[in-house]
């Protein structure tokens, strides 16, 4: 479904990104997981348009997107729920959401999304109305979440969903992640909280100061001690 071929990404004279090969298959969750400034966030800003690579190319079911522009990815079917809670925080729930389905012109769409998200979180469902800096961090983090899924996405990307959050929130943002999974649609995650993200996922990705280290089926990973060490804290 997402195939990456080669990518380098710089700001500046700084490489975020050298020579980065992977790919993603329809129904699957992948887990990029790597430490600070590895270059997982510059990596999926990069797929979703709102950074340019310098080289190499992304395919999304083909097509080439790596020239195309953030709103042309969002129509072919990607949506990238950011890092930090970027809501619109003097908005209402009603209205973030609605300007995730900004690129739906059917109405009925619109609607069934509505519907989908509001049943998959009731939390925002019982504070449709109210101004989105009221909510909990949380509850932010679902409606970027809830946002994103807005577009009907065929891949949804979750940059650090669990960041910042109480333990017992993060494990119904997990909770939720299941569902989505359900529902078929493919996710590329992000994660300082590699543990969380590799029990939801197929495979994971481990990236090393901008490139590749390995990749393994999830399950392994987090049996594998080099793993277990670098990445999920154990001794
Ligand atoms: P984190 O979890 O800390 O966000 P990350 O794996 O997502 O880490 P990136 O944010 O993609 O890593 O950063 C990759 C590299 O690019 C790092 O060396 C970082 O310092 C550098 N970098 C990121 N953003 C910028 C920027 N706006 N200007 C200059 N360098 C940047």
Do not use: W
């Not at 890092?83 to 009925?108: A, C, Q, W």
């Not at 989908?116 to 939390?123: A, G, H, M, Q, S």
């Not at 490139?211 to 399950?219: L, R, S």
């Amino acid at each position: 479904m997402l195939e990456i071929n080669n990518l380098s990404a710089y700001y500046g004279n700084i490489c975020a990104l050298r020579g980065v090969s992977f790919h993603v298959d329809a129904g699957e969750t992948v887990a990029l997981i790597g430490n600070n400034g590895a270059g997982k966030t510059t990596t999926v800003r990069t797929i979703s348009g709102l950074m340019k690579a310098r080289e190499g190319e992304i395919r999304f079911m083909g097509e080439r997107i790596d020239q195309l522009r953030p709103d042309q990815i969002v129509r072919l079917g990607i949506s990238h729920s950011p890092e930090g809670r970027k809501v619109f925080p003097s908005m209402t729930i009603r209205e973030n959401l609605l300007m995730g389905g900004y690129i739906v012109r059917d109405p009925k769409a619109v609607n069934r999304s509505l519907e989908y998200v509001l049943e998959l979180f009731p939390r925002l469902k019982e504070r449709y109305s109210q101004l989105s800096e009221t909510l909990s961090g949380g509850e932010q983090q679902m409606l970027a979440i809830g946002r994103a899924l807005m577009s009907e996405p065929k891949l949804l990307i979750l940059d650090e969903p669990s960041l910042g959050l109480a333990p017992l929130i993060i494990k119904q943002i997990f909770e939720l992640i299941r569902h989505i999974q359900q529902k078929g649609i493919t996710i590329l995650i992000i994660e300082q909280n590699a543990r969380q993200a590799l029990k939801v996922s197929h495979r994971g990705i481990v990236l090393e100061t901008g490139q590749i280290a390995f990749e393994e089926k999830a399950a392994d990973m987090l049996h594998n001690d080099r793993v277990r060490k670098a990445y999920l804290g154990e001794k």
